[in-house]
């Protein structure tokens, strides 16, 4: 038997130490702000980045919209306990839109400009709940173990992006409403992020709550153009352009609920509203949007069409009210440009997918 030397062995501890900090300070620092929900679609998006190797998720900052944040922060919480994740921070956010009474207009809105295709209007449609801890515990039935931190989520946003300049990713997948009051409270941080990613918009095709408009920017239009209008390093727009060309069918979440063995996750998929929805209709289609967003930012190959175009969002109250804009010649002043998705590779997006849900 050949026994190595001192040296031999050293060094080769030290050539593995130095790969796995290589590795480590190659990872991609992200924060994700979402109006979450359970599983499908915020859910699975928030999964699989924390358990993505080359993702450093930093963070949860809930925001309203398709929730309301103390349902989005229990659900949040939940899921991270599901896959022993409790150690990444949620932190609560903005529960207002930036015109605080707007969702009480919203259904005269939509009769005076139309509706499309999706009826839905979010938290906008129900009462807000009581707390996260009320939710918590009528959803599971028990107290909760964890919390969220006391840290406000727009003053985390801003904290961590001064922690780490030029080196955080936002996925922003709700409304923009934290971001944008962040931007406002600190704009200094503007020049500091690396990327924003959004889930919001419909640049060449027709919305999905009005006939012009995609629901998380219309939600709070004020706040999107905001944001999409700060002159960031980098803005990458995942909108219906490219969340409609991926259909969600009975068998694609048939298969999830296949592959899935964690019991916590599985309960969750059994009793999901797109189990009933599927099983009346055979034909039903639903979509995935913001698991696109998780998805390019662990795997960008996935992309396959993009174009960049300066953009804008409407603000005007009118048919067009939270409609997003893209400009292929002259564009507004202050106008950013933005890398639009059109196009993704949809079998090896949902192998991506079902891989990490077989994992979870």
Known sequence: MKILSKSVIICAFFAVFLSAYAQAQTKEKVILDTDMVEIFDDGIAMMMLQNAPNIELLGVTTVIGNSWVAEGTAWALRQLEAINATHIPVAMGVTR?????????????????????????????????????????????FEPKVSPIEQHAVDFLIEQIKKYPGEVTIAAIGTCTNLALAIRKAPEIVPLVKRIVYMGGSFFRQGNVTPTAEFNWWADPEAAKITVRSPFK??????????????????????????????????????????????????????????IVAAILIDPSLITEEVTMPIDVCTDYGHAYGQSMAYDKQAPIGAQKARIIRTVDKDRLWELIYDYCANF
């Open 97 to 141: 839109l930036l015109h605080h009474h707007r969702y009480e207009t919203m259904p005269l809105e939509r009769q005076l400009y139309g509706i499309n295709t999706d009826s839905w209007a979010g938290s906008f449609g129900y009462p807000e709940p009581e707390s996260w801890q009320s939710v918590y515990k009528k959803e599971y039935g």
């Open 234 to 291: 980098e803005q990458i727009v995942v909108g219906l352009d490219v969340t409609r060309k991926v259909t969600f069918k009975k068998p694609e979440y048939e298969k999830v609920r296949s592959l899935v063995t964690n019991p916590i996750i599985t309960d969750m998929l059994n009793r999901n509203v797109l189990v009933k929805l599927y099983n009346d209709n055979e034909d039903y289609t639903h979509y995935i949007w913001d698991v």
